[in-house]
């Protein structure tokens, strides 16, 4: 077989996001050896797009804010599905991550008395959001890349090699998590300028790979997030957790056509911006839903005296929680109420003088004059929802982030399910891969350095490479595996087919029919794709790299709809529009998808082709019951619009 280059490493960890960098710079602290592998270039991640900031009580803008409010709106905006115990330690920890942050050199933007300001945004009680102006992930990435060469010349003066210590690998694609029985072993994986496959071992892998939005037709993600790490778990017996809420940003751009789908940040909300009809009516004020309803605006006129002073006034509704926007513009649009291209209008031209926009919305400014030749100072945005991110994801311990299941296996950042619950809080992201990234290097290091101790560090399996080796090489000879079925696939078209099939039918309103319907169509492309093929060879062959990714999105997307189909209630990022309340009875309930046909649904198999059993397995799981003292954070009256009636019977006790 293949020949296969080989390093030894103690933490290998997979991304190169926020989470990713900041496992990495902690498990090099800690002692471990480090490698870091991403399938872009070092420093491009989805984390550099994120615009409108990090949420953390610091209480520089409002002294009231804290933790526990903190913790609170979490809870709130994931609808009590959180693990809770996850949403109290980001809480907790997240204003230590932004210090940490900027003594290592990021500059956020001041208050008038030079601290670190914060913004508002939905869900949000107090400004809460540090920010550089909309461009905060790229400060974020650009801190810890300094950090991360920093590092490194600290081990070029003590070894000779900056590499010695932490190594990043850039433009390089991992598709196999190694193991010995459970154990893991290291990564396979191959390198996307020349096709050449290579092996990490490593007793310790982190996975922070990030998104799955390129499995839906409309999204703000990039091509990188095809659910890579969502699909490395599971292949690797890990289960995920609650797949079914995916989040759907109420403002992407909706045109022209070719950037349908690009996010427009939620700070145009959080800075005064407020959402129209075609009529022109602020619609937002016919959606506030009944949990909310004490804690909005009900005219226009009190939403907006809330901008200048907080402590006296609701907010507008423009700033609920994005699950609510989304369902609410996609209900206008239904309606017949839309804008030209089949959005809303969202306007800050009349809400602020042009130089503040230009100033604090500097590349929302210049996204529309760039790509739809709009001047959001004169004029009205047309918005709509976009898919965005995933709530679901590996099923985590909350407080070491190892994956359930698989020992050494860790996960952090977007990929990792539970401290979102149903719905994420916009900022709440970028304080969730600090908080979580530096835990999941901790405890990949100390896992690392204990296999070590004991001599205990697992093997690599040659017969796995090699079989990783194969199925990497399937797409080039896809018509001779099966040569009486006819022509080859393209990755391509098969890549649209489920776009449209996961946006049409298990998108942001979900029906029963449709998702059984969808299910039938991944069972029919998970057949064609086993003959998904590509021509020439492997030096940067970006068809052959889309016919690998095309093994996860598909995994990813049974396990998105067969969650969905299962959950009959409407909650956070989940719509059904046969089952539209929250149901109470459904708030301890967990659902976990595992892998039911490792071997891939080989030809003949009756699972490849069958969508009633397809690969994924469901199971349903009663949630651990959030602790007293967390839960008396709340009044009772908010609790009993949330927690089931045992869940309630259990805190009176
Ligand atoms: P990412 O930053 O997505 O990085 C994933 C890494 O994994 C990349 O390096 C990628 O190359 C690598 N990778 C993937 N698959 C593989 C593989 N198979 N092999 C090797 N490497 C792989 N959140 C906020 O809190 N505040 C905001 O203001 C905000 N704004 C946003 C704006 C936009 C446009 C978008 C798209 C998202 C925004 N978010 C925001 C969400 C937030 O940016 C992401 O959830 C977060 O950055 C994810 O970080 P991560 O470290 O988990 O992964």
């Given at each position: 077989?293949?020949?296969?280059?080989?390093?030894?490493?103690?933490?290998?960890?997979?991304?190169?996001?926020?989470?990713?960098?900041?496992?990495?710079?902690?498990?090099?602290?800690?002692?471990?050896?480090t490698?870091?592998?991403?399938?872009?270039?070092?420093?491009?991640?989805?984390?550099?797009?994120?615009?409108?900031?990090?949420?953390?009580?610091?209480?520089?803008?409002n002294?009231?804010?804290?933790?526990?409010?903190?913790?609170?709106?979490?809870?709130?905006?994931?609808?009590?599905?959180?693990?809770?115990?996850?949403?109290?330690?980001h809480a907790?920890?997240?204003?230590?991550?932004?210090?940490?942050?900027?003594?290592?050199?990021?500059?956020?933007?001041?208050?008038?008395d030079?601290?670190?300001?914060?913004?508002?945004?939905?869900?949000?009680?107090?400004?809460?959001?540090?920010?550089?102006?909309?461009?905060?992930?790229?400060e974020?990435?650009r801190?810890?890349?300094?950090?991360?060469?920093?590092?490194?010349?600290?081990d070029?003066?003590?070894?000779?090699?900056?590499?010695?210590?932490l190594?990043?690998?850039?433009?390089?694609?991992?598709?196999?998590?190694?193991?010995?029985?459970?154990?893991?072993?290291g990564?396979?994986?191959?390198?996307?300028?020349s096709?050449?496959?290579?092996?990490?071992?490593?007793?310790?892998?982190?996975?922070?790979?990030?998104?799955?939005?390129?499995?839906?037709?409309v999204?703000?993600?990039?091509?990188?997030?095809?659910?890579?790490?969502?699909?490395?778990?599971?292949?690797?017996?890990?289960?995920?957790?609650?797949?079914?809420?995916?989040q759907?940003?109420?403002?992407?751009?909706?045109?022209?056509?070719?950037?349908?789908?690009?996010?427009?940040?939620?700070?145009?909300?959080?800075?005064?911006?407020v959402?129209?009809?075609?009529?022109?009516?602020?619609?937002?004020?016919?959606?506030?839903p009944d949990?909310?309803?004490?804690?909005?605006?009900?005219?226009?006129?009190?939403?907006?005296r809330?901008?200048?002073?907080?402590?006296?006034n609701?907010r507008?509704?423009?700033?609920?929680?994005?699950?609510?926007?989304?369902?609410?513009?996609?209900?206008?649009?239904k309606?017949?109420?839309?804008?030209?291209?089949?959005?809303?209008?969202?306007?800050?031209?009349?809400?602020?003088?042009?130089e503040?926009?230009?100033?604090?919305?500097?590349?929302m400014?210049?996204?529309?004059?760039?790509?739809?030749?709009?001047?959001?100072?004169a004029?009205?945005?047309e918005?709509?929802?976009?898919?965005?991110?995933?709530?679901g994801?590996?099923?985590?311990?909350?407080?070491?982030?190892?994956?359930?299941?698989?020992?050494?296996?860790?996960?952090?950042?977007?990929?990792?399910?539970?401290?979102?619950g149903?719905?994420?809080?916009?900022?709440?992201?970028?304080?969730?891969?600090?908080?979580?990234?530096?835990?999941?290097?901790?405890?990949a290091?100390?896992?690392?350095?204990?296999r070590?101790?004991?001599?205990?560090?697992?093997?690599?399996?040659?017969?796995?490479?090699?079989?990783?080796?194969?199925?990497?090489?399937?797409?080039?000879?896809?018509?001779?595996q099966?040569?009486?079925?006819g022509?080859?696939?393209?990755?391509y078209?098969?890549?649209?087919?489920?776009?449209?099939?996961?946006?049409?039918?298990?998108?942001?309103?979900?029906?029963?029919?449709?998702?059984k319907?969808?299910l039938?169509?991944?069972?029919?492309l998970?057949?064609?794709?086993?003959?998904?093929?590509?021509?020439?060879?492997?030096?940067?062959?970006?068809?052959?790299?889309?016919?690998?990714?095309?093994?996860?999105?598909?995994?990813?997307?049974?396990?998105?709809?067969?969650?969905?189909?299962?959950?009959?209630?409407?909650?956070?990022?989940?719509?059904?529009?046969?089952?539209?309340?929250?149901?109470?009875?459904?708030?301890?309930?967990?659902l976990?998808?595992?892998?039911?046909?490792?071997?891939?649904?080989a030809?003949?198999?009756?699972?490849?082709?069958?969508?009633e059993?397809?690969?994924?397995?469901?199971?349903?799981?009663?949630?651990?019951?959030?602790?007293p003292?967390?839960?008396?954070?709340?009044?009772?009256?908010?609790?009993v619009?949330?927690?089931?009636?045992?869940?309630?019977?259990?805190?009176?006790e």
């Open positions: 077989m293949s020949v296969v280059d080989r390093q030894e490493w103690d933490v290998v960890v997979v991304g190169a996001g926020g989470a990713g960098l900041r496992a990495a710079v902690e498990a090099r602290e800690r002692g471990a050896r490698a870091v592998i991403c399938k872009s270039l070092f420093g491009k991640a989805h984390t550099v797009m994120a615009e409108g900031g990090i949420a953390a009580s610091m209480g520089n803008v002294s009231g804010d804290n933790w526990q409010v903190h913790f609170r709106d979490t809870m709130r905006g994931g609808k009590f599905l959180n693990q809770w115990r996850m949403a109290e330690l907790q920890e997240a204003p230590q991550r932004v210090w940490e942050l900027e003594t290592w050199g990021a500059l956020f933007d001041r208050t008038k030079g601290r670190i300001s914060q913004r508002n945004f939905g869900g949000h009680e107090y400004p809460r959001l540090a920010h550089v102006g909309d461009r905060t992930g790229l974020l990435i801190t810890l890349q300094q950090k991360i060469v920093s590092l490194q010349q600290e070029f003066r003590e070894t000779g090699d900056h590499e010695s210590r190594k990043v690998f850039q433009e390089c694609t991992v598709t196999r998590v190694l193991q010995e029985d459970r154990k893991v072993s990564v396979f994986g191959y390198e996307r300028e096709g050449r496959f290579f092996v990490l071992q490593a007793p310790s892998v982190v996975i922070a790979t990030g998104g799955i939005g390129k499995s839906f037709k999204t703000s993600n990039s091509w990188e997030y095809t659910g890579d790490g969502h699909a490395l778990a599971l292949l690797a017996g890990a289960p995920l957790l609650n797949m079914e809420f995916v759907f940003h109420p403002t992407g751009m909706v045109w022209p056509p070719s950037v349908k789908g690009i996010l427009v940040t939620e700070s145009v909300r959080g800075d005064g911006g959402l129209r009809n075609s009529e022109g009516r602020r619609f937002m004020f016919d959606y506030v949990v909310f309803k004490e804690k909005y605006a009900e005219s226009e006129a009190e939403g907006d809330w901008y200048d002073d907080p402590d006296h609701r507008p509704p423009e700033l609920l929680p994005r699950d609510e926007v989304a369902r609410a513009i996609n209900a206008e649009v309606e017949g109420r839309g804008s030209p291209h089949g959005g809303v209008f969202l306007d800050v031209s009349t809400r602020m003088p042009a503040v926009i230009r100033r604090r919305l500097p590349s400014y210049h996204q529309f004059k760039e790509l739809a030749d709009v001047d959001i100072t004029e009205a945005m918005v709509g929802p976009t898919c965005h991110y995933v709530m994801g590996i099923a985590v311990d909350s407080d070491t982030a190892a994956a359930r299941g698989v020992p050494g296996l860790f996960a952090a950042g977007e990929v990792a399910g539970g401290m979102h149903s719905n994420r809080l916009g900022g709440n992201s970028l304080s969730d891969l600090l908080v979580f990234g530096r835990r999941a290097g901790r405890y290091a100390e896992y690392a350095a204990g070590t101790a004991e001599g205990t560090r697992a093997r690599v399996d040659d017969a796995q490479v090699d079989a990783a080796a194969a199925e990497a090489l399937r797409p080039f000879s896809a018509e001779a099966e040569p009486d079925a022509p080859p696939e393209n990755p078209t098969l890549h649209q087919e489920l776009q449209q099939t996961m946006n049409d039918l298990v998108g942001i309103i979900r029906r029963e029919a449709e998702m319907q969808a039938e169509k991944l069972a029919e998970r057949v064609r794709a086993r003959r998904a093929g590509v021509e020439g060879h492997r030096q940067f062959n970006p068809g052959w790299h889309l016919a690998l990714d095309l093994r996860n999105m598909l995994l990813v997307s049974e396990c998105v709809a067969r969650a969905a189909l299962e959950r009959t209630e409407s909650r956070g990022g989940h719509t059904r529009e046969d089952h539209p309340s929250m149901d109470r009875r459904w708030r301890p309930a967990n976990l998808c595992s892998l039911a046909d490792p071997a891939g649904g030809a003949g198999d009756p699972a490849a082709t069958d969508p059993r397809g690969r994924i397995a469901l199971e349903r799981q009663t949630t651990e019951p959030i602790r003292d967390l839960l008396a954070l709340f009044d009772k009256e908010e609790l619009k949330y927690l089931a009636d045992e869940e309630l019977e259990g805190r009176s």
